[in-house]
């Protein structure tokens, strides 16, 4: 099998049915399947999985879409995780079923086109010391998302949380983090990429280990990112393809040192703390991008 396309869902049924239909739709053309975890959502998403198809057979769904022309439809694969344990582990699950030579990492806000998959694998087929792809993420607006950045130091949250980053020595280093010198319409290789998409080498993931669960939620995709990268694979963004990432930010990041005291807030700065916790005196990678 090619891929495997895992979807963890929380509380986004709405989304979770568009990003399956756009997925579907596309017609990929290539052996692939889908894995979706539901984390507890208590809102009947896996449910409402099986109602985008009617079950002919055990192994044969025929899906429920307007369209003019029969689809090919995927194997799907369900869990249901007893509780949430956060993205880390959610996604995990679905790591641990993927029979794909490479796992697709994929947010339900996220809407996938044409040609995307095909153009991200063929890419990776080609590039074997690539370990990590991600596309060039878009708001819906048609801005763009600075989805891959460099590795942060232990005080980036600071400057982005607090008055101190409004002082130009820190607007600079923070330009630089966000990767605001780069066009973002190049493939590059970069430090990390946001989680929302990527396309992992599956054999990278079997040696170098899935997400690393002591994060809940934030700091997952660059402590993957920078052991990849460690192990000697490259982190790779990857511009010509574009996906829509209908983002809400919910660990209100940019939401100044108060955003500290709403859940996401704090959610993103204990696993800050845990992140620069893990890595504390031990150096970067070696091979590492966007350094110039």
């Known amino acids: 099998m090619d891929l495997s396309i895992v979807i963890l869902n929380y509380k986004q049924k709405g989304l979770l049915k568009q990003c399956i239909k756009?997925?579907?739709?596309?017609?990929?053309?290539?052996e692939y399947e889908l894995i979706i975890v539901d984390n507890n959502s208590n809102d009947d998403s896996l449910a409402m999985v099986d109602q985008l198809f009617i079950k002919k057979n055990d192994a044969s769904y025929q899906p429920k879409l307007p369209i003019n022309q029969p689809l090919k439809t995927p194997p799907i694969k369900k869990i249901a995780a007893q509780e949430n344990n956060g993205f880390a582990a959610g996604n995990n699950l679905g790591i641990s079923e993927a029979a794909g030579q490479y796992v697709?990492?994929?947010?339900?806000?996220?809407?996938?086109?044409?040609?995307?998959?095909?153009?991200?694998?063929?890419y990776l087929d080609i590039n074997p010391k690539i370990g990590i792809i991600g596309p060039r993420l878009i708001n819906?607006?048609?801005?763009?998302?600075?989805?891959?950045?460099?590795f942060p130091n232990s005080l980036m949250p600071l400057y982005r949380r607090t008055i101190f980053g409004k002082l130009s020595f820190a607007k600079k280093l923070t330009d630089r983090y966000l990767m605001r010198d780069f066009d973002h319409e190049s493939i590059a290789e970069v430090d990390w990429l946001f989680g929302a998409c990527l396309l992992l080498r599956k054999e990278?993931?079997?040696?170098l280990g899935s997400f690393d669960e002591r994060f809940f939620m934030y700091f997952e995709d660059l402590d993957l990112c920078r052991r990849f990268l460690q192990g000697g694979f490259k982190v790779v963004y990857f511009a010509p393809v574009e996906m829509v990432h209908y983002h809400q930010q919910f660990s209100a990041e940019r939401g100044g040192v108060l955003g500290i005291f709403k859940k996401g807030g704090r959610i993103h700065s204990i696993s800050g703390f845990k992140y620069f916790a893990k890595y504390w005196g031990v150096k970067l990678p070696s091979l590492r991008a966007g350094q110039n």
């Open 140 to 150: 819906p607006d048609g801005s763009v998302q600075f989805s891959c950045r460099r």
């Open 104 to 122: 697709m990492i994929l947010n339900p806000d996220v809407a996938v086109i044409p040609t995307a998959l095909e153009q991200m694998v063929a």
């Open 204 to 207: 990278a993931l079997e040696k």
């Open 22 to 30: 756009g997925i579907v739709a596309s017609q990929p053309k290539l």
